[in-house]
């Protein structure tokens, strides 16, 4: 199994940006799928952003234009850019690693992200 730490969360105007980090041990970090998800006070946890082991990105529409999701596989690591922040962008943000063949999932501890004036 995958073991993951998110960080880079934090308190940020509207209109500003953030760097989520989201760090790998425990297993090949290459061979996974890893999205970023993110869980608003009184809504479902959601999807913002997914890259698979190719580099191939898919984003929410939501945030689409303003965030981007990267890896480093020699770093063991996944990023997520989030610009042109917003109030709605407040959330608990997730990072998720997926297991090929099986399918399984790993998720981090969570990092807060707090877009306010």
């Known amino acids: 199994q995958v073991q993951l730490v998110e960080s880079g969360g934090g308190l940020v105007q509207p209109g500003g940006s953030l760097r989520l980090s989201c760090a790998a041990s425990?297993?090949?970090?290459?061979?996974?799928?890893m999205g970023w998800y993110r869980q608003a006070p009184g809504k479902q946890r959601e999807l913002v952003a997914t890259?698979?082991?190719?580099?191939?990105?898919n984003y929410a529409d939501s945030v689409k234009g303003r965030f981007t999701i990267s890896r480093d596989n020699a770093k063991n690591t996944v990023y997520l850019q989030m610009n042109s922040l917003k109030p709605e962008d407040t959330a608990v943000y997730y990072c998720?690693?997926?297991?090929?063949?099986?399918?399984?999932?790993?998720w981090g501890q969570g990092t807060q992200v707090t877009v306010s004036s």
């Open positions: 425990g297993s090949i970090f290459s061979i996974y799928a």
């Open positions: 890259i698979t082991r190719g580099g191939s990105t």
């Open positions: 998720n690693a997926r297991a090929p063949l099986s399918n399984s999932e790993s």
